[in-house]
């Protein structure tokens, strides 16, 4: 019983679970809730940013060949456009599988077009994509550049030895923090459901219900068939790897925001073996271009309206819509309400779809947000995990021993405050990892 108490993944369910009920019979306190949630996801913003510095720097200034930094960087980015297109392709496919759309304009449109104003939306997708505009507005790129750059310098640098000592020092009481901060998951998860739950209403689900479920059904395929079968290419468990990072799942269920379990996330795969150059490149780089869970609903709302609206698309307008997302999907993370310019967009481009069905999707859209959040916080952890074994940075006796020591690691975090005094490097894997085996050969 004191294991369950003090397990964090069962005070975050209790959480999830808690702020939906208020929610649901107390609409107007769930509302008041919203606070804790945004709450906790600015606090752990915070460290987003100086973690991909950290991880990057030290990762890179620590290799011999930075030859091998643009190889990684360049394969992550192949792996993003192939697995996001296929993402794609599966969301279309479905869709007209199983034709969500389909009755549904005089089931819901009037109830679901008082959940918001779509000019806005319409407005941005006017301007249209643009690069330097994605780039200009990204501050996880313009830090992810900038990183890659001075651990290339620092590589380079005959007296980095200092720099790197500070670095270090800093890394450790940055990760230290960033463990005190997730304590206070199970409130950012409470206050983020809460709020949900009595904004929207259960009721709200019931009109595009077929959708939703449409959708739940597309990605939970997408993660345990494609993912699984990319994991298994290299021998990896897909179900103890959900173990190991389920407490990040329910905090990025909880609070819809994929950021809020990034950080952790970034230390976990450092810790189950992959490198920090490789952990550093490919999660802050697919937070922006591995967006598996929203380039499906992008996908699946435009076939879904096109069906409400009953327009049966060309095949030359099916390869314009596989085409406008492939480039404007990338686009749509960081900010929120992006997807929704996103889609606007291609509704714009090919003309033949009411911009205003957008409408339709305003009022379940933060329900869907949390099955694309999870989603795309699943894809960037197996890119890494497949990249890191695909180069050859991938340790399998410390993956082991993180699977094998969830448990006991759990207990030690949540329980004993005292883990804040001890290093980082105590936590990153077994005796006898990479390293050890290296300097013994």
Known sequence: MKKLFTNLTF???????????????????????????????????????????????????????LKKVGKVGGKALLYFEVVTTFALIIGIAVAYLIRPGDG??????????????VSKFAQEAEKGFSMWEFFKNNLTIQVLLFSILFGI???????????????????????????????????????GMAFTIGK???????????????????????????????????????????????????????????????????????????????????????YSFNLDGTTIYLSMATIFLAQVYGVELTLTQMFTIIGI??????????????GF????????????????????????????SEARAITNFIGNGVATIWIANNEGDFDRAKM????????????VLVDNLGILEGGREERTGPPGGREERNRSA
């Open 11 to 65: 005070w975050v369910l209790t959480a999830i679970v808690s702020g939906a009920s208020i929610g649901h019979f107390y609409p107007e306190t769930g509302q008041q809730m919203r606070p804790l949630g945004t709450g906790f996801i600015d606090v752990v913003k915070v460290f987003i940013n100086p973690i991909i510095f950290l991880t990057i720097s030290l990762g890179i200034s620590g290799m011999g060949d």
């Open 104 to 117: 549904v304009v005089t089931a819901g449109m009037t109830e679901a077009s008082a959940a918001g104003d």
């Open 153 to 191: 310098f620092l590589s380079k640098f005959n007296g980095k030895q200092r720099i790197l000592d500070v670095l270090n020092y800093l890394s450790k009481y940055v990760f230290k923090a960033l463990h005190f901060v997730m304590m206070f998951a199970p409130i950012g998860a409470f206050g």
């Open 200 to 286: 929207y209403g259960i009721s709200t689900l019931l009109p595009l219900g077929k959708l939703m479920l449409t959708v739940y059904i597309t990605m939970a395929l997408f993660i345990f068939v494609v993912l699984y079968l990319i994991l298994r290419y290299y021998k990896v468990s897909l179900l103890k790897y959900l173990n190991y990072i389920r407490e990040e799942l329910l905090i990025v269920l909880g609070t819809s925001s994929s950021e809020a379990g990034l950080p952790s996330l970034m230390e976990k795969l450092e810790r189950m073996g992959c490198s920090k150059p490789t952990v550093g490149l490919v999660v802050p780089a697919g």
């Open 325 to 338: 997302l492939m480039v404007t999907s990338k686009g749509a993370a960081g900010v929120t309400g992006s």
């Open 341 to 368: 310019v996103v889609l606007a967009s291609t509704l714009t481009a090919i003309k033949v779809i009411p911009l205003e069905g957008l409408a339709l999707l305003l009022g379940v859209d933060r329900f869907m």
């Open 400 to 411: 082991e021993y993180a699977f094998g020591h969830l448990a006991e690691t759990e207990d």
